[in-house]
């Protein structure tokens, strides 16, 4: 028999038509689709009492599992210690780093929560998948319930070098915390390394044996790096059907004939969406001739509306978008068309074929799965130009971009204007690699690699042995 995959992350995302975007959402339901199972994580309710049990729902052969949590726990958990504390040194922007000891209090207390609540629900051969830098003690309060289950866990973020992880006062706990899974999984080489110097820093007793393995007293922590990738044949599909659609067409025949660049980001400071808006009205200025032939459209939805700093990026986004548009456009141009607002994800895809520069400009990035869906929604005898940013993960596997580094504006200028002027040869060339290079390894072998792993590594005791104190173990 087959192990049920179990994934737990943050948010669970009930299958909608204009879900709400992000990378996370997108890779764990298609591996769910691919490998059935249950997602277990917070239903998106808040209560003031007691939250209860999860609510149950089965969709095309997906157990959700939803979970209500306390609405002063969350705020500190979800706003405190996970987006002001864990995502900007992880992005390495520790000037936006914000440590209180509450927040770090509610931190661990939902881990417990979703321990105690996930622990009924779980039987003897599960393999139980947790995602991302929520959870990242979730296995050591579930190992304290008793479950000896496989445990793998994956960073969907960077995660940063010792020198900066050392800023949060609990990192060498965090550390800790990471090696009571069996398998930790990074998104690229350089993430794992940094791990590891953490774990040789803050874990006297571990040794690195190899870059597959962690040795730790009587266990052994598998490590790996599993970049994530995209369902390539369901976005050129999407993308074909989005191609007909009224809102396409619609947005098409309004650039009267005009290039489009496109950018589509959650409106985050790591996406570098400031510096973007900076370095395309030097565009503007540095190639004149280009004015009322382009037109720039960004998509950022607005997240976590409720953390200071996006509030504030937020401003100075509208403060630039205006002042470019108030210095260039014309009467029958708008330079750039800012939306906040949140699309079906084919429609989306239906735009982004239409864009003849793609803008991925991050200046941290776990990968980016937009400079994916970038490429795979391009038609490929007329393809356009990916401008992707050098630090965002996905520029280890995307050489044949045009690469920049976000911070140079100049750099970026000179970007745009290349991949606006490219023959159509060189085009073609660039993205038939790159395209080749997304099948190889797609959102399914990116769940498939990953699951594959987590079923050879688990070093604790074997299943029905570990339901049988974990039973046990439930208060
Ligand atoms: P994110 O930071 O959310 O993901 P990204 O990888 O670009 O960033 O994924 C965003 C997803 O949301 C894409 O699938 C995109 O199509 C979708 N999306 C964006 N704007 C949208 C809109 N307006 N309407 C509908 N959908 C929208 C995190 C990490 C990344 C990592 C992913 C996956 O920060 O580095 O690549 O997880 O591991």
């Not at 939902?110 to 105690?116: L, S």
């Not at 800790?176 to 350089?190: E, H, K, N, S, W």
Request: glycine share 6%; proline share 5%.
């Amino acid at each position: 028999m087959t192990s049920r995959l179990v994934c737990v992350s943050n948010r669970v995302s009930l299958p909608r038509k204009a879900s709400a975007p992000g990378g996370l959402a997108v890779g764990v339901l298609s591996a769910l689709k691919h490998m059935g199972g249950m997602w277990f994580g917070w239903g998106g309710e808040l209560s003031d009492e007691d939250p209860g049990e999860p609510t149950i729902q089965v969709r095309d052969g997906v157990t959700y599992a939803l979970l209500n949590l306390r609405r002063d726990l969350f705020e500190r958990y979800y706003n405190g210690f996970a987006n002001e504390a864990l995502w900007p040194l992880f992005h390495y922007m520790p000037t936006r780093f914000c440590y209180r000891h509450e927040d770090h209090d509610a931190y661990q207390e939902v881990n417990r929560e979703f321990a105690r609540k996930l622990l009924p629900l779980l039987k003897p051969d599960d393999l139980i998948w947790v995602h991302d830098y929520h959870l990242i003690p979730l296995a050591s309060r579930l190992r304290e319930l008793g479950v000896r289950t496989p445990i793998g866990f994956f960073l969907h973020i960077p995660f940063p070098y010792i020198e900066t992880l050392r800023v949060l006062p609990t990192y060498v706990e965090l550390v800790r915390d990471m090696m009571a899974y069996d398998l930790v999984g990074f998104q690229v080489q350089g993430d794992l390394r940094s791990f590891q110097a953490s774990v040789e820093r803050c874990l006297p007793e571990a040794r690195i044996e190899n870059a597959e393995t962690i040795r730790i007293g009587q266990r052994t922590v598998g490590t790996g790096v599993f970049p994530i990738g995209v369902d390539v044949e369901a976005i050129q599909a999407s993308a074909q059907r989005a191609w007909g659609s009224a809102s396409v067409r619609r947005m098409v025949a309004s650039l009267v004939g005009r290039k489009l660049i496109i950018g589509v980001d959650r409106l985050d400071y790591s996406k570098g969406l400031v510096e973007r808006f900076a370095a395309y009205e030097q565009f503007l200025e540095v190639f004149p001739e280009n004015r009322n032939h382009v037109t720039y459209l960004q998509i950022a939805p607005l997240s976590r509306k409720d953390v200071q700093s996006y509030a504030e990026i937020r401003h100075s986004l509208e403060q630039a978008a205006g002042r470019t548009n108030g210095r260039f456009a014309d009467t029958d141009w708008t330079p750039i068309r800012y939306l906040n607002r949140n699309f079906p994800h084919e429609t989306l895809m239906g735009f982004l074929r239409a864009a003849h520069v793609g803008l991925v400009t991050p200046l941290r990035d776990g990968m980016n799965l937009v400079a994916k869906e970038y490429l795979a929604a391009q038609d490929p005898n007329d393809p356009g130009v990916l401008v992707l940013s050098t630090m965002a993960g996905a520029a280890h596997e995307l050489s044949s971009a045009l690469l920049v580094n976000p911070y140079d504006s100049r750099a970026v200028v000179h970007a745009i204007q290349t991949a606006l002027t490219m023959p159509l040869e060189e085009r073609r060339e660039r993205h038939a690699a790159m395209l080749e290079t997304l099948r190889k390894n797609d959102i399914r072998s990116w769940a498939q690699r990953f699951v594959t792993r987590l079923r050879e590594t688990s070093t604790w005791r074997s299943p029905r042995e570990s339901l049988v104190s974990a039973v046990r173990a439930r208060p």
